[in-house]
């Protein structure tokens, strides 16, 4: 099993870390940002990440999908337990959607300086301009201390539970702390410091996830 990512992608980073969660063996693979041929090739002209490649072939496409199949295999189902079916696929939904919306601009100009080449960083300021407008990445820059009170407001009541406990449903880590998780391995690869911005909390819970894996 192969999952395809880009380090960057919260999404790729939630069904990594689901993956490793539930102890099933996998291999990453970083798909270059500016060459996605073979990533194109495998899919049949899919070129979004994640992509979980399957030991028959087959492969499968956007996140949710990728951790519905990942729950159902081995130890996973254990990150969805009997009966917070709804509070782990509800924070997971939201995590994916309100919040990665703050989270994302919050990130992307240091995203932006990451990559190697000037064309990748073209790329990467194009794709974010066609669907926000021209500008918007350094709009986002120029807005930073506004995006991290936005995101300080949404992870307000879950910082208060993890205050209280380890992770976001108790005493196990589950689907919501995966996606979570994602979010803040969004952040560190651009800028380990927004983490501590939005609050040192979020950087303690993340090592207490990556803990949490099982060993091989």
Not at 63 to 80: D, N, P, Q, T
Not at 176 to 204: C, F, K, N, R, W
């Amino acid at each position: 099993m192969r999952i395809h990512r880009l380090r960057y992608s919260p999404y790729a980073r939630k069904v990594q870390i689901l993956a490793e969660l539930a102890g099933i063996p996998h291999t990453v693979v970083d798909v270059p940002y500016g060459d996605r041929e073979a990533l194109a090739k495998l899919t049949g002209g899919y070129i979004f990440v994640p992509v979980l490649e399957l030991e028959d072939g087959a492969v499968i496409m956007e996140s949710r999908a990728i951790c519905e199949h990942l729950l159902s295999l081995g130890k996973g189902s254990r990150l969805v337990p009997e009966g917070l079916e709804a509070a782990a696929w509800g924070y997971h939904d939201f995590v994916d959607g309100p919040l990665e919306d703050i989270l994302f601009r919050l990130a992307s100009p240091a995203i932006r300086e990451k990559w190697e080449s000037a064309f990748e960083r073209a790329l990467y300021v194009l794709v974010k301009e066609r669907k926000f407008g021209a500008g918007c990445v350094d709009a986002w820059a120029r807005d930073r201390d506004v995006l991290i009170a936005k995101a300080k407001k949404l992870l307000e009541p879950t910082l208060r539970t993890l205050a209280k406990k380890p992770f976001v449903l108790g005493d196990e880590p589950t689907l919501a702390d995966a996606a979570l998780y994602g979010q803040g391995a969004m952040l560190e690869e651009g800028d380990p410091s927004l983490v501590s911005a939005i609050a040192p909390e979020l950087g303690a819970f993340m090592r207490r996830v990556e803990r949490a894996v099982p060993a091989r």
